[in-house]
């Protein structure tokens, strides 16, 4: 047909003026200069910021970095938030960290220490858990 296409069999893609829907496993789509990819562990990176869910996986970009991984969010524009399961940890310029049966608390140094976690801070946050690494500046 002109101008259209139809779509006949299982996992094609259907086409369509300058917008691209993808159907298919792990596949993206990606859609007017949007990047949306939601399958087996990936990142989902839009318009200058990144997010990356799933695995423990590393994320990294200047400005603002937001990491949620299973049930923890850590974000950093000189503020991080660390919520876990039941612990919350709030910084501007110092760090609260108050988790199962760990506190961390300094001004200008954030020391993060958890299951098999290192998060060590002064204007550079570094975050290594589990084979992953979230460095922002």
């Given at each position: 047909?002109?101008?259209?296409?139809?779509?006949?069999?299982?996992?094609?893609?259907?086409?369509?003026?300058?917008?691209?829907?993808?159907?298919?496993?792990?596949?993206?789509?990606?859609?007017?200069?949007?990047?949306?990819?939601?399958?087996?562990?990936?990142?989902?990176?839009?318009?200058?910021?990144?997010?990356?869910?799933?695995?423990?996986?590393?994320?990294?970009?200047?400005?603002?970095l937001k990491h949620t991984e299973d049930r923890s969010v850590a974000s950093i524009g000189g503020t991080l938030k660390h919520r876990e399961d039941r612990s919350a940890a709030s910084m501007?310029?110092?760090?609260?960290?108050?988790?199962?049966?760990?506190?961390?608390?300094?001004?200008?140094?954030?020391?993060?220490?958890?299951?098999?976690?290192?998060?060590?801070?002064?204007?550079?946050?570094?975050?290594?858990?589990?084979?992953?690494?979230?460095?922002?500046?």
């Open positions: 047909m002109s101008g259209t296409l139809k779509h006949r069999e299982d996992r094609s893609a259907v086409s369509m003026t300058g917008t691209l829907k993808h159907t298919e496993d792990s596949s993206a789509a990606s859609v007017s200069g949007t990047l949306t990819h939601s399958e087996n562990r990936s990142a989902a990176s839009m318009s200058g910021t990144l997010k990356d869910r799933e695995d423990r996986s590393l994320a990294s970009m200047s400005g603002t501007s310029g110092t760090l609260k960290h108050s988790e199962d049966r760990s506190a961390a608390s300094m001004s200008g140094i954030l020391k993060h220490s958890e299951d098999r976690s290192a998060a060590s801070m002064s204007g550079t946050l570094k975050h290594s858990e589990d084979r992953s690494a979230a460095s922002m500046s």
